[in-house]
């Protein structure tokens, strides 16, 4: 049963929700790889998934750590929010380009911009915010100097505040339970950030009209999801939006937000 409308819980006022994105900057480190999409990652319209998307810029992620000698300095990092604007999906066959680069940090977490480019066309446009994580502790640790300087030479800011964007409260909300898999599980013993898209992808594929043009997919993470907990979807639609809570019993472990752009 799809999602019944309510407008006030599905859609935000928030300015921050609609800002564009920045744009690839002329000068700075922007790092570049590519590789062909999987046919793993596409749903029923040979089109790239928001969990492949997601996936994808946590391995560019990866390398673009190791292309910087930062691999073994700073290896791991958690995800509070990632933005996915869908401009024009990426549909199979394609080699797929992807530039990343930092769009705004502070001394303990970054703002990080991946543009993806199919070769056949389509173009999709994201940016996470990152948090680095000491790899002996797992808490949040300084960025090196180095790092600063590194990621720092394609943004001018440089005193990058955390912010909520998706925090509307849902009313009467349609229920789907979303049952957990001992694969969902990440290194921090929590659910992986790519699983949560997993469960936007089955909302949305309730909602055709809204994937049909552009759109942009907000997904903010509140607080860890262990295996076994009893995690189900709340979400509320508007047409042209539609708001989600990753929820274990009452309590909100992540929000997500999709509306046309």
Sequence with gaps: MPPRSHARSA??????????LVPVPDEGYVYQTGWRLATSDIDEHRRLRLDGVARYIQEVGAEHLADADLAEVHPHWIVL????????????????TFRRWCAGLSSRWCN???QLEGSQGGRIETE??????????????RLT??????????????????????????????TTPFPLRRTD??????????????GVHEILGQ?????????????E????????????ICSANRGDSVLMHFTVGDDVRAAALVRSI
């Excluded at 990440?186 to 950030?193: A, K, P, R, S």
């Design 11 to 20: 859609v935000s006022t928030n300015p921050d929700l609609t800002a564009p």
């Design 221 to 232: 993470y509140r607080s860890p999801i262990k295996y076994g907990e009893p995690l189900t």
């Design 112 to 114: 990080m911009r991946v």
């Design 81 to 96: 929010r990632t933005v996915i604007d869908v401009i024009e999906p990426i549909e199979i066959p394609s080699e797929i």
């Design 207 to 219: 909602l055709p009209e809204l994937e049909s043009k552009p759109y942009r997919a907000v997904l």
């Design 128 to 141: 996470g915010f990152w948090i680095c994580m000491n790899k002996d502790t797992l808490t949040p640790s």
């Design 145 to 174: 100097d180095y790092c600063i300087e590194r990621f720092g030479s394609t943004t001018d800011n440089h005193r990058l505040k955390w912010r909520p964007q998706v925090t509307d409260p849902l009313d009467d909300p349609v």
């Design 185 to 198: 599980i990440d290194l921090f013993e929590h659910v992986n950030n790519t699983i949560y898209w997993h």
